[in-house]
């Protein structure tokens, strides 16, 4: 049994970051030449990225809720 649900936006805008990071440590140990300005696109087209796909997330899992007979969930029943 899972522990929690997966969610894809966070995984995808995490990768991001990750290779974000990648990409200045070698830069720093010497291995290429990055200019100062890669990181910025390559942070904020993640993170652009990471919140399209959490959105179709949310879209299908509601679709497929509704579809098997599940109860829609309204915003203040998610908080607690």
């Not at 995808?12 to 290429?32: E, F, K, N, P, S």
């Not at 796909?53 to 109860?71: E, F, K």
């Amino acid at each position: 049994m899972l522990r929690h649900e997966f969610q894809p936006g966070k995984l995808v805008g995490g990768a991001c970051l990750v290779a974000a990071g990648v990409v200045y440590a070698g830069d720093a140990r010497g291995l290429w030449q990055v200019p100062w300005f890669v990181g910025v696109p390559l942070v904020v087209g993640g993170l652009c990225l990471a919140g399209a796909v959490a959105v179709l997330d949310r879209v299908v899992r509601r679709r497929r809720r509704i579809r098997s007979g599940g109860t829609r969930e309204t915003g203040a029943e998610s908080l607690g």
